[in-house]
């Protein structure tokens, strides 16, 4: 059920008499007490939480523009270069221009929620309940938490939200990190929405529990539809950066400092073994000048090559000389050729 004023916590933001900074401290701090601060929204207008959307969620929204919709800047890791040289001039009307697609489509998905809670409210609150001043009221001061959601670009290729591209820039980004901190802002503003819708606007268990979901789709789809239909208007997505998110950077070749140029190798053609067993026919005539083959092994086995034998030199023949062996002791015995006026037989008795 909705809670009467009389037990509704203040907001700091709309008490009289409380300074800028202890206002905007005070309502920061009690965010973090969704049903706490829950029964307040239901009272109270909705310029007050308009103002303070205005100072906390209007600057982070332009800064979120600035990094993915600027043409004239290139931002990288811890540094920012000026694409093609511009002109100052041009520098300005480019973050200008960026700064408010940032905030346009902000809007729109601020829109698109407040729109779908105040409509379900209307439909499934208690009738007595301005369900409309607390849709809004809701949605305008948690819109800097809306500002963690992650949203998409390029027709879902990069990342456009503010912590993404801080993340990127910077050269932080942890993909876990990254996840947990969407993660926690979708918790945040779901349960926000849950305890408004239950406790001020007077929603069943079941409603409560279902509308928050829907209201984060519709402005989920309505960024997204938006940012897609203003694809012309934003600067063409660099095709080695989305080949980058999605694939491995392939490795170049080694470049030739000598200067000539490199010929591929072609692996070399392994040789073919001899077939064991394989002898020239002995049968074949001999081609012209060629001496005639020896006849084949009877060994198939292959071994190393052997050294072919000397031929025998008649013991007679004059001007030679022979390697015997000796027949009695087996060691071999050099003997010279013989002299003219001694004969074979003579020396062999010697």
């Known amino acids: 059920m909705a809670y009467p004023t009389e037990i509704a916590p203040p907001i700091p933001w709309e008490i009289e008499g409380v300074s800028l900074g202890a206002g905007l401290l005070g309502t920061l701090r009690q965010a973090f007490s969704p049903t706490t601060v829950a029964p307040a929204l239901g009272h109270g207008d909705v310029r007050a939480a308009l103002g303070f959307a205005l100072v906390t969620w209007l600057p982070l929204a332009a800064l979120q523009g600035i990094i993915p919709y600027t043409r004239t800047l290139v931002f990288g890791e811890h540094h920012v270069a000026i694409a093609d040289a511009a002109a100052s ?128 789709a519709v402005g989920v789809l309505a960024r997204l539809l938006t940012e897609t239909a203003l694809q012309p208007l934003m600067p063409p997505v660099p095709e080695p950066t989305v080949q980058d998110a999605f694939e491995e950077p392939r ?65 007679g023949d004059p001007g030679t000389n022979t390697l015997t062996q000796g027949a009695s002791h087996g060691r071999g015995r050099l003997l010279a050729a013989p002299h003219p006026g001694i004969s074979p037989g003579a020396m062999g008795r010697s």
């Open 251 to 315: 490795r170049a070749p080694p470049e030739d400092t000598t200067g000539t140029p490199t010929t591929p190798t072609t692996p070399a053609t392994p040789a073919t073994p001899a077939t064991p067993g394989l002898q020239p026919d002995p049968t074949a005539p001999p081609e012209p000048g060629q001496a005639p083959a020896p006849p084949p092994s009877t060994d198939d086995t292959l071994g190393p090559p052997t050294a072919p034998a000397l031929p025998r030199v008649p013991a």
């Open 89 to 216: 001039t041009v520098i300005a009307l480019d973050l200008a221009r960026a700064m408010s697609l940032g905030v346009l489509l902000g809007a729109i998905q601020l829109g698109g929620m407040g729109l779908a809670f105040a409509s379900l409210g209307n439909a499934f609150g208690q009738p007595d309940v301005p369900a409309r001043a607390v849709a809004w009221r809701t949605v305008l001061y948690r819109a800097f938490v809306v500002l963690l959601l992650p949203s998409l670009m390029a027709g879902g290729l990069l990342p456009s939200d503010l912590v993404a591209n801080l993340m990127l820039v910077s050269g932080l980004f942890e993909p876990t990190l990254y996840v947990l901190v969407a993660v926690a802002g979708g918790v945040w503003l779901l349960t926000t929405l849950r305890t408004s819708a239950r406790l001020a606007m007077g929603m069943g268990p079941s409603m409560s529990f279902l509308v928050p979901f829907l209201v984060l």
